[in-house]
């Protein structure tokens, strides 16, 4: 009965013929809103991004409502404002694409309602696009790399949320090899960041501090190094900057011990995720390359560290441009392109934003999965 219902979504949108054309894509599931337009061979003709650090900085943290508030707001306007950036009129459009999962639902059903509606007075299709496919398959992005990333490679996906291994068997075929077993690594920044008292987003600010910072200072925990397979763990890791940022005497947290921590704390968290790309790379010996996607991979250090783990396996890193590593919508287009012409893509109108849906599973996962409970 689930694969009907899934089978049922899929549209039938002819990408190699006439219909192909220009995608308006959109993102807000979490803290960026941001929209994009990508010409049917993955050109970007324009794009947005909106941070709304300013509107969460005051509470330390993304709060979920605030941020779905703040996408209603600026999220018509944005759309319209890339649409003319590109010369373009909603007409042009081939299809509309939105993140309808993983992530922050509020925000979800603000991209996906603007979505659904531009897309039926356009009279075109909806496309629902998982955000970690979004990422999984942005190295892929045509002009990123000299060759593009081919199938299969190593995607290691590091953001705020996620932090997981995967081999990327092609567009829709995702085989996960390990993830965290407590926090994300971009999460485990953002702590130690608020720990030294850096304004949001946490982990730029903590790379940043970590310039002038002395590495060594610090012999901070490097959870499950060595360990078999390629799970992740950085709740000890961060738990460890915690203790000594306590046990500290009053006045001792002044800029270079700051610094000193931060670059303690980096050098920690670069040298496990080499060590578990190192394992995840032995499980995937026909890898052709390692990418690092998500917030964390603009990490210099981090980059650093996989591309030595990635030359010893003898594969070269691939990571997008800074721009590209953080929540855009050029990511949600490009996949949704990646599907259409593949005939994968799934027609949304039906689909319901969804806060998990775990990479690979269809974007039916939890519309069927909820009805069948009943
Ligand atoms: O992919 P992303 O923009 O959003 C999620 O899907 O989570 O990732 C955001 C995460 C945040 O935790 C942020 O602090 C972290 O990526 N991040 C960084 C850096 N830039 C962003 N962490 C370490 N170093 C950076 N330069
Ligand atoms: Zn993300």
Redesign the pocket.
């Known amino acids: 009965m689930n694969e009907e219902k899934t089978t049922a979504l899929h549209i039938g949108l002819d990408w190699s013929g006439a219909s192909a054309g220009p995608v308006l894509a959109i993102e807000t599931s979490?803290d960026?809103t941001a929209v994009a337009i990508l010409s049917a061979d993955g050109a970007v003709l324009a794009e947005r991004v909106l941070s709304q650090f300013a509107d969460h900085a005051p509470f330390g943290g993304v709060v979920p409502e605030i941020a779905a508030r703040a996408h209603l707001s600026h999220l018509p306007a944005m759309a319209a404002a890339t649409l003319q950036d590109a010369g373009l009129r909603a007409d042009d459009l081939a299809a509309v694409a939105a993140t309808t999962g993983p992530g922050l639902i509020g925000g979800l059903l603000v991209g996906a309602g603007f979505g659904k509606g531009l897309a039926l007075a356009a009279g075109r299709p909806f496309i629902a696009v998982n955000?970690l496919e979004g990422?999984a398959l942005t190295a892929r992005l045509p002009g990123l790399t000299p060759s593009g990333a081919g199938f299969p490679y190593l995607l290691l996906l590091l953001?705020?949320?996620?932090c997981q291994c995967v081999r990327v068997e092609g567009v829709g075929r995702y085989r996960r090899l390990g993830g965290t077993i407590d926090d994300a690594v971009?999460?485990a920044?953002?702590k130690v960041a608020k720990l030294l008292g850096l304004p949001l987003?946490?982990?730029?600010a903590?790379?940043r501090l970590a310039l002038s910072g002395d590495s060594r200072r610090h012999g901070f925990p490097r959870p499950l190094l060595g360990r078999p397979g390629c799970d992740f763990s950085f709740s000890g890791l961060k738990t460890a900057v915690a203790q000594l940022v306590a046990t500290l005497p009053p006045g001792a947290m002044e800029p270079r011990m700051c610094a000193d921590i931060a670059a303690s704390f980096q050098a920690a968290a670069a040298e496990v995720l080499a060590d578990r790309a190192a394992h995840a790379l032995a499980m995937a010996p026909d890898a052709t390359c390692l990418v690092v996607a998500?917030?964390?991979a603009?990490?210099q250090t981090i980059r650093q560290a996989l591309a030595e783990a990635g030359k010893r396996h003898g594969v070269p890193m691939v990571a997008p441009p800074l721009r590209y590593c953080?929540?855009n919508a050029v990511m949600i287009g490009w996949a949704a392109i990646e599907r259409l012409r593949l005939g994968l893509a799934t027609e949304g109108l039906e689909v319901r934003p969804q806060p998990r849906w775990p990479i690979g599973t269809s974007a039916a996962y939890q519309n069927v999965t909820s009805q069948s409970a009943f």
């Open positions: 979490c960026e955000h990422h953001s705020g949320g996620h971009g999460e920044f953002d987003p946490g982990g730029p903590l790379e998500g917030g964390v603009a990490n953080g929540d």
